[in-house]
């Protein structure tokens, strides 16, 4: 089957920090691909490379066989690579209602928006509330939903299943298994290969610091673990969240690309720096 969108030894930097290198994927009609890696893998500049949002310095994009790599992301948009981030990319002051409708092709005759009301049920009952006030998960709901009205040919869904329910998140699966099946073709990037990545994805293909690797090879085999070197101290801890922002992100991930060590190492350094300057005081 002939390739639909395919990205070709792709280089892409970010100043002196260079976050994919050499990256080559293809995606056929119809065809889920799961991309997997750790925080700071590179998944979301594949994503922003093939919609158009960044410019690789080597390497091209093509779509159905034609070069699309200076081709800018409204005019790649237009030829159906929908891109859906991590953040949802909505409008957070309009309705749910009118975040939909600037999705919604002009000659549809309204048959997928009842289908996607029929499969999430708060786009009718949340239909007069802003994007900004929904929860973060009843946020992912309404761009997943905005994405599949927009009718692509190729979605890209930057973690998309992150903090659904089970019920929910099945419900997203469900949808994308229908659009593969009418010859979307759907990337989704995760930061595990998960059981419902499995389910869904024909293939996975795993990133690390940059460069494609097989996707077993980018987690470890169990929490304690870590690539390249030997098991860390196992003791109990209290799961504890980190509410960073975007820009905290991309602090993390450039620091540990300069460095060379995943994002989780950074941060356990930090953590150990920290513990060890202030060791007197919680004595």
Known sequence: MAQLLSLERCDVSYGPVRA???VSLDLQPGEIVGVVGALGAG???LMRALAGLVQPSHGS?????EDITRLPWDARARLGIVHVPAGGGLFPTLTVAENLMLAEAPQSNGERRVRLEHMFPLLVERRRQTAGSLSGGEQRQLAVAR???SR???LLLDEPLLGLSPVTGATVMRLLTQLGRE?????ISEERPTDDLRALAGRLVG???GHVVGAAEVMPAFPGQVAGGGDLERVEVEMVGLPLSTRDRRALQTIAQARGIPVGRLIAELAHRHTEENA???E
């Open 152 to 154: 692509p040919r190729v």
């Open 183 to 187: 010859g979307v073709a759907i990337l």
């Open 43 to 45: 998944k979301t500049t």
């Open 147 to 149: 994405g599949a009205l």
């Open 20 to 22: 994919l290198t050499g």
């Open 207 to 209: 990133l690390r610091a």
């Open 280 to 282: 007197e005081e919680w």
């Open 61 to 65: 994009v093509r779509l159905d066989g």
